[in-house]
């Protein structure tokens, strides 16, 4: 009985393949998506922070806007770089964004001494709040439907119809998570880029526009540059309705090389990365059949 009961069981436990062998690679992205959160309850345990409920429910929804990311980058990251595993741990790490959101909301909800009259209120009252809440139920529904069983009870279509809600999921999540942050908002700008990137792959990638070989490297180059340049855009634009700011300074210090770090560095150097990679990917990405046959017809002596 036990043994029926551990097979049963098998395909819930995140570091087991389809088998019900343990595998190394899930095995290890499941120990760092724990590693964050491990990171707060030691820091709670610790008193390592000076507003615990606070700090804590901040560094959580910042996870889980990265985690959430991280899992739209799953598809770009195996098509372009040829990394097919990746989709091994996609599900995973959408579950993870989920609960570490989920989690967000709680420490939200004990910083007002669990009074659900009181949580209510606020997000009703303060928009951002509700933004990022009507994010959080969205993906309640995306993890609710991620085993297998419901894609079977679904249907493949309909099932794919409401994960396409991932989006706006993070069209969600970036607006509330830009609003909150009041003093620094350059990680929401970095994100902001990350996800106007992640939606032009898709929309390329939709209608063919991301051919194999050099032509996707440049394409992949020609992204970067355009997502990088919409959040130096952006950015420039925000400090110029907040403070006056003239936009041409603001987007001039994009080009010093002396200032600190901008939200259009990191977007741009990320796409790169990809653009790098599809380069690359001849290295490592094994050839699909019908790549080997057309290759076969055209030296047939190979």
Known sequence: ??????????????????????SAFKTMVFVLLLLPGAYVAWQL????????????N?????????????????????????????????????????SYALVHFVFFA??????????AREILLRYYLAIGFGGLLILLAL?????????????????????????????LAVVHFFIQSKANVTEPF??????????????LSRYGL????ARTVLVLILLALVSAAATAGAEALYYHLKSGIDVMRVLATNWSIGGRIRPS????????????????????????????????????LS
């Open 265 to 300: 560095w990191i977007v741009g150097a990320a796409g790169l990365a990809v653009a790098l990679g599809a380069a690359l990917r001849p290295l490592w990405a094994k050839p699909s059949g019908g790549q080997r046959r057309a290759a076969a017809a055209r030296n047939p």
């Open 210 to 213: 991301l051919p194999r070989g």
């Open 110 to 119: 004990l910083d007002k001494s669990l009074q659900l009259g009181v949580v």
């Open 143 to 171: 993890a609710a439907t991620s085993t297998d069983g419901m894609i079977r009870r679904m249907g493949g279509k309909r099932w794919a119809a409401l994960h396409r809600l991932v989006y706006g999921a993070g069209a």
């Open 58 to 98: 901040h560094d959580l929804g910042d996870w889980a806007i990265r985690l959430l990311f991280v899992a739209l980058a799953v598809t770009p990251l195996r098509q372009s770089i040829g990394l097919p595993r990746l989709i091994q741990v996609r599900r995973m790490i959408g579950v993870a964004a989920f």
């Open 45 to 56: 345990a610790a008193h390592g922070y000076a507003r615990p409920y606070i700090l804590a």
């Open 1 to 22: 009985m036990a043994e029926q009961a551990t097979l049963r069981l098998n395909p819930y436990l995140p570091w087991l393949d389809h088998g019900g062998r343990v």
């Open 190 to 203: 970095v994100m902001g880029g990350l996800f106007l990137w992640l939606m032009l792959w898709r929309v």
